[in-house]
T-cell receptor, first 112, second 115 residues
C-alpha cells in the first residue's frame, strides 16, 4: 500500500541552526501538507502546497519556515533558525483530490 | 470556545466492550469529518471519513455525524487490545478552491483495551 515517507525519524539540532525535514508523498497525490504536534497538544496545520506553490499557511508558518518541492517526488520543510519552541513532531501529509489526508510517521525535532 | 473539543481521556475498557468516542465543534463551516487513529510516536492513520449527517459503518467501526448538534461520534464494537491508541477527530470546511484541505484536529482520546 502506498505511504508517505519521512526522513529522518529523529533530528536533534542546536538553537539557531537550520534544519530540513524531508518527505516523499504518495506518488500520484496533488496536495501536500506539513502539520506539527507539540507533545501533549493537538496536531496543528502549518502549510499546504499545491501546483508548485503555497496555497495556505497558518500563523505558525512565519518567515523562518519555507517549503519546497525540488523534484517530482520530494517535499521539504526548512526551518532557517530553529528555536526551542520549534521542538515538536512534524508530519508530512498528502492527498489526491480531497480531504482524505494520508500522513507520514513524522520527524521528531528536538531543539537544544 | 475552542473550534474542536475532544475529551482526552484516558479511556480504559475491557476487551469486547463497545467504545464511544466523541467530539463537539463550533464552526458550522465544517462539512467533512474524519477519525484518525494514532499509535504512539506514529502519524495519524485515516480510519473513517464522512460528509453528511448520519451514520457510516466500516467493519467494527461506525462514525456518526449530527450537524444540527455539531457533534460527531466514533463507535468501536467488540474492541480489541490492538485498538489501543489515541483517536483523533478532524474536520474540514468545504473546499474553498484555494488548493488546500485544511484539517482542524481535536486533541485526541487515548484508549486502552484491556485483555
Amino acid at each position: 500500500e502506498p505511504e508517505v515517507t519521512q526522513t529522518p525519524s529523529h533530528q536533534v539540532t542546536q538553537m539557531g541552526q537550520e534544519v530540513i525535514l524531508r518527505c516523499v508523498p504518495i506518488s500520484n497525490h496533488l496536495y501536500f501538507y506539513w502539520y506539527r504536534q507539540i507533545l501533549g497538544q493537538k496536531v496543528e496545520f502549518l502549510v499546504s502546497f499545491y501546483n508548485n506553490e503555497i496555497s495556505e499557511k497558518s500563523e505558525i508558518f512565519d518567515d523562518q519556515f519555507s517549503v519546497e518541492r525540488p523534484d517530482g517526488s520530494n517535499f521539504t520543510l526548512k526551518i532557517r533558525s530553529t528555536k526551542l519552541e520549534d521542538s515538536a513532531m512534524y508530519f508530512c501529509a498528502s492527498s489526491l483530490t480531497d480531504e482524505k489526508l494520508f500522513f507520514g510517521s513524522g520527524t521528531q525535532l528536538s531543539v537544544l | 470556545q475552542k473550534e474542536v473539543e475532544q475529551d482526552p481521556g484516558p479511556l480504559s475498557v475491557p476487551e469486547g466492550a463497545i467504545v464511544s468516542l466523541n467530539c463537539t465543534y463550533s464552526n458550522s463551516a465544517f462539512q467533512y469529518f474524519m477519525w484518525y487513529r494514532q499509535y504512539s510516536r506514529k502519524g495519524p492513520e485515516l480510519l473513517m471519513y464522512t460528509y453528511s449527517s448520519g451514520n457510516k459503518e466500516d467493519g467494527r467501526f461506525t462514525a456518526q455525524v449530527d450537524k444540527s448538534s455539531k457533534y460527531i461520534s466514533l463507535f468501536i464494537r467488540d474492541s480489541q487490545p490492538s485498538d489501543s491508541a489515541t483517536y483523533l477527530c478532524a474536520m474540514s470546511p468545504a473546499y474553498s478552491g484555494a488548493g488546500s484541505y485544511q484539517l482542524t484536529f481535536g486533541k485526541g482520546t487515548k484508549l486502552s483495551v484491556i485483555p
